[in-house]
């Protein structure tokens, strides 16, 4: 039997600032440790949601660490939510042919709130090496700074659209963390975070805290918690969170 390569799981960043030059600088040591940013470097097939962010990534990785090969010969191939499930073993062939492959988030850590859990499943089916490296996540970092409960937490993904459906959901979240004081996270498309924040406050008791975490990571970073009448009195005085098309994570503690 030949040997399988390892999967390693790469971080991503959750966004850079503006200033940080195009591959110019090491943008991304403040971010990604030096170990994995190595290890990243030394392969040459990865599979990405997205390739084009992919090369980016890995461009940012070359600033500083030479790739394996030149970046236009490196293999990128794309697992999203339009990949079929029967596409997976061809991703997962390089890795039982003894090839190395990194699965790279499109920001945050893979697998988690990202494609990528069938593929981690169906290497471990195989017996392939699963290694995941240390990066950021928005969603720890948010339960870290939030301030609610750190011992149980549960992320629900995106809401509905709905605005009913969604504030039943909403309703049902705040029951579930109120009885078993478990911090409920989610996110929202970026354009509709303001309506999500309203139907919030719209829709908890005053007393439900409420975090919004904005830009982690970045310097442009945002982080309050408040209870629903706390923020309810902040949107009647017109001071919205500036957290406008930029990614957000929201968190709910029933008090």
């Given at each position: ?110 697998a988690v709130a990202d494609p ?63 009885t078993e004081k478990q911090t ?57 969170p500036d957290f406008h098309k ?10």
């Open positions: 039997m030949s040997t399988r390569g390892t999967l390693y799981l790469i971080p991503n960043h959750l966004g850079l600032s503006d200033t940080a030059a195009d591959g110019a600088a090491d943008a991304l040591a403040h971010i990604i440790p030096e170990q994995v940013r190595q290890i990243t470097s030394q392969l040459d097939y990865f599979v990405a949601e997205n390739a084009k962010t992919a090369r980016a990534f890995l461009k940012l990785i070359g600033a500083k660490h030479p790739l394996a090969k030149p970046l236009q010969e490196i293999t990128i191939s794309e697992l999203n939510i339009n990949t079929p499930a029967q596409a997976l073993a061809g991703l997962l062939a390089p890795l039982l042919a003894g090839r190395d492959a990194g699965l790279v988030s499109e920001a945050g850590v893979p990528g859990a069938d593929l981690v499943r169906l290497a471990h089916q195989h017996g392939i090496k699963v290694r995941p490296l240390v990066g950021p996540s928005s969603i720890l970092l948010a339960v870290m700074a939030s301030g609610l409960n750190g011992q149980s937490f549960a992320f629900n993904g995106y809401l509905p659209t709905d605005a009913a459906l969604r504030s039943k959901r909403i309703k049902e979240l705040e029951s579930r963390s109120r409920q996270l989610f996110i929202e498309t970026p354009y509709r975070n303001a309506a999500m924040l309203e139907a919030l406050v719209a829709q908890c008791a005053p007393s439900t805290l409420l975090c919004v975490a904005t830009d982690l990571s970045m310097e442009t970073e945002s982080i309050q918690t408040l209870n629903a009448g706390q923020w309810k009195k902040q949107l009647a005085a017109g001071k919205t930029k990614p957000t994570v929201f968190l709910l503690l029933g008090q």
